[in-house]
């Protein structure tokens, strides 16, 4: 079992950075591939990014990639987005989710646990 709660988000003006962290409960936290995924409005939840237990892969929607980065502290349970060069469009709640699978990293059905979001509003 494992419990997730994210913090970190807010309101922010487009070009602004934000860090998200998702602290986790559970002794097997390490063994876990981490993603975060986000939700506007009437869309569905969408893949973010992800990172294998190890930190050493890691993997990002199109959409954000080259600016924002993932990564994780297994000593911690903790793992981080840090968001940069921030976009209106990047405004969601953003939700941390853990997997036992590598593969599939970017399918929301893998994931078998979940935060509760944090919100992200990004002001043109």
């Known amino acids: 079992q494992v419990q997730l709660v994210e913090s970190g988000g807010g309101l922010v003006q487009a070009g602004d950075s934000l860090r998200l962290s998702c602290a986790a409960s559970?002794?097997?936290?390490?063994?876990?591939?981490m993603g975060w995924f986000r939700q506007a409005p009437g869309k569905e939840r969408a893949f973010v990014a992800a990172?294998?237990?190890?930190?050493?892969?890691?993997n990002y929607a199109a959409s954000v990639k080259g600016r924002f980065t993932i990564s994780r502290d297994n000593a911690k349970n903790t793992v981080y987005l840090q968001m940069n060069s921030l976009k209106p469009e990047d405004t969601a709640v953003y939700y941390c989710?853990?997997?036992?699978?590598?593969?599939?990293?970017?399918?929301?059905?893998?994931?078998?646990?979940w935060g509760q979001g944090t919100q992200v509003t990004v002001s043109s």
């Open positions: 559970g002794r097997t936290f390490s063994s876990y591939t």
């Open positions: 989710a853990a997997t036992l699978e590598s593969l599939y990293y970017w399918l929301r059905s893998k994931y078998n646990y």
């Open positions: 990172v294998t237990w190890s930190g050493g892969n890691t």
